[in-house]
């Protein structure tokens, strides 16, 4: 596993934005923050999906990027910029270095769907006014756009682009790492590459990913630290075993969605109120909710 | 066609919303809404899919629709409401109200994937507070939820619940006539239909929807009046023929998307300025214009 010198690496937490009917649930917020310093993750990512960066407004993005900034215990802070118009973009860009941000993270959201072309123009408008990096947000299963690894060479071109945050790597350590090996070919050096979906990072930092973009991290950091640091230590076996342990928890962001899920967890642990998510999403049924109970007390998650 | 007492029926224009580099390109607005008054449409809906209501803010929606029912020359004028958190609907919903729209066009837009509870509940939330009638916009092109027959049955049962527009029919008649009647079977028989998709109106109208939910009619108003009235009047050979000569622009809409085309018709004609669409849109190619320009001279569209 190598990795440059860039805020996007290796572990970098999503935590939730919880809410209440008014607004940010500001205490609750802060207080992930807290736990995620005391965990020495090695960055945190306000505003990713997992902290629902399309529900908010300006506003309240604004203030969640100086609150994070302000509570993360001098840990590089990325911020979230997507949109889905070029000028709302440029001034969350605007708004997050002005809080602080060490870098921001930018997925290509769509309603109409975007070609090649214009997903290109929006990296370039955006990179042209930005004085951080920017981590490429590829995303398919919220942003509905499909990257090729073309294009994410084009972009990889533009001038702050500091990694890719990949959706996944195949299951299977072979295949992974001829993914991730292909990926690099096309890519400038610098460029660092952070695999996202959970249940596939100790495989994506096995087979040459830089980091992993982590939801669990971002609510419960230990175990992802642990698979981390071991998989930065050339232990494979450790990183592998302790991905294999939370194997049920897997299971569960698999059958409902990481964001459902580690919500639910973030309610059983009394980190964030409930409901904590922004109508019109709801939580998890009671039914639903039982299994998480069961998986947090089977796997001591805390 | 049958079509009962509604704001949605039976022909509504869906104008596009013109954009400047600095916002709306009001001039260019309120001309195109002279042009569908001129052309007596039956209503006309400000801020669907092809007004991109998803790239304005809530200033910005809130003056559209006020120039909307201004310049609608009495027509009925609906407005879109749709965005991502509940919170942000209850407001659009007010300021479209108080604007004067006679109906309100709700999607229900995702990011991370809603369930049909999920889906239920944001019409359940709106519908409570409106005092005008609501469209169900089901496009799960732009909004990625695709809904049950079963959902539209719930959903329908709510207060206010006037129209579903509902994202095409079949293409043989036979089995369009067939859908349409399914689905009538499920809902109150107060819940008219309309279909989108303007290749398939022409169909989609003589075998039993209530209305035609039109792209073209919001920039080319009169071919679609026309099919409209045809199919009306129970002249389905018209209302076909109309169509049948109107395919090479069908088929342009089916190959780059009817935003793209609709808005390069627009600026062929001198309606809007170029570029139109909010970037990270762009318009089409030269090339693709060419084609455009073709069409349009050949059919004739002004």
């Avoid at 949109?83 to 930018?106: H, I, N, P």
């Avoid at 460029?191 to 991290?217: E, F, K, Q, R």
Wanted: charged share 20%; with cysteine; hydrophobic share 45%.
């Amino acid at each position: 596993m190598a990795h440059g010198r860039n805020p996007c690496s290796p572990d970098s937490a999503f935590p939730l934005t919880p809410t209440t009917d008014d607004g940010i649930d500001e205490k609750a917020f802060v207080g992930l923050f807290d736990r995620l310093a005391a965990a020495e993750v090695d960055s945190i990512t306000a505003l990713g999906s997992t902290g629902c960066y399309p529900y908010f407004d300006r506003d309240e993005r604004a203030r969640v990027a100086r609150l994070a900034v302000e509570h993360a215990g001098g840990i590089p802070v990325i911020v979230g910029i997507g949109c889905m118009r070029t000028r709302e973009v440029l001034r969350l860009a605007e708004d997050a270095q002005r809080a602080g941000a060490s870098a921001v993270l930018l997925p290509p959201m769509s309603f109409h769907p975007l070609t090649a072309d214009e997903v290109f123009g929006l990296y370039e408008d955006v990179t042209a006014e930005l004085s951080v990096p920017l981590v490429v947000y590829d995303n398919p299963g919220t942003t509905r756009f499909t990257f090729t690894d073309e294009l994410h060479a084009r972009i990889a071109e533009l001038p702050n682009i500091a990694s890719i945050k990949i959706p996944g790597v195949p299951a299977t350590p072979d295949e992974a790492e001829a993914r991730i090996a292909h990926l690099r070919a096309v890519l400038p050096s610098s460029v660092t590459l952070g695999v996202s979906v959970d249940p596939l990072a100790a495989t994506g930092l096995i087979t040459g990913c830089d980091a992993w973009n982590s939801v669990l991290a971002g609510t419960v950091p230990e175990p992802a630290v642990a698979i981390t640091r071991a998989a930065q230590a050339g232990d494979s076996a450790s990183a592998t075993a302790e991905s294999e342990r939370l194997q049920p928890l897997w299971d569960l962001l698999t059958r409902h969605g990481s964001l459902r899920v580690v919500s639910a967890i973030a309610e059983v642990l009394g980190l964030v109120g409930h409901p904590t998510l922004p109508r019109p999403l709801h939580g998890l049924s009671s039914d639903e909710r039982a299994d998480v109970v069961e998986v947090v007390e089977r796997l001591a998650l805390h």
